[in-house]
């Protein structure tokens, strides 16, 4: 069966999704074994500068606490994106004050850091779709994502990433298409 329209006829109607209200920021450090420190933002929290560094003082007293080792022999690299709050020179004062080894992310290259190219796309994929009807099951459910995670898939990211970041460097600081 067909339906017949005339030129002047009025388009039929598509439903639309409608976009959620309720929006959680997630902040998550991992490493390959699993998450050092995760928090969420405040509703309506900028994350500026001075959020950042709030953050960044509860990452080093997590991994202070989780991997004390790392801590002490400072074995351990930060690796954010360059967001102004990550380059700011109050989060790059206080890092250098504490030590902390950066690896710089390269402009030009999207999709290098861990977070984008693995860690939110595996939370969106398994929690696209839903409907929750409170802030705190959105943030229950995605905390049970991230720590469902096998420390074999975190492994493999972090292979990942080390490819990419050699994919980076063979490009010479040129544009790197998203692998």
Not at 27 to 51: C, M
Not at 65 to 89: C, F, M, Q, Y
Request: hydrophobic content about 35%.
């Amino acid at each position: 069966m067909f339906d017949w329209f005339r030129p002047t006829s009025p388009r039929p109607k598509k439903g639309r999704q409608v976009r959620s209200k309720t929006k959680v920021m997630l902040l998550a450090f991992f490493y390959s074994e699993g998450i050092v420190h995760h928090e969420y933002a405040p509703d309506r929290q900028t994350i500026n500068k001075e959020f950042y560094v709030e953050v960044l003082h509860c990452l080093h007293e997590s991994v202070c606490r989780k991997r004390p080792e790392k801590w002490w022999d400072g074995n351990w690299i930060l690796h954010h994106n360059n967001v102004p709050a990550h380059t700011s020179h109050l989060v790059q004062q206080f890092l250098a004050k504490r030590g902390t080894t950066q690896l710089q992310q390269p402009p030009y290259s999207p999709y290098l850091a861990p977070c984008d190219f693995f860690l939110f796309p595996r939370l969106k994929k398994v929690l696209k779709g839903q409907r929750f009807e409170a802030m705190e099951d959105i943030k229950q459910n995605s905390m049970k994502t991230l720590l469902d995670i096998p420390k074999e898939e975190l492994a493999k990211c972090f292979q990942q990433w080390e490819k990419r970041g050699a994919k980076c460097v063979a490009a010479e600081g040129n544009y790197v298409e998203d692998n």
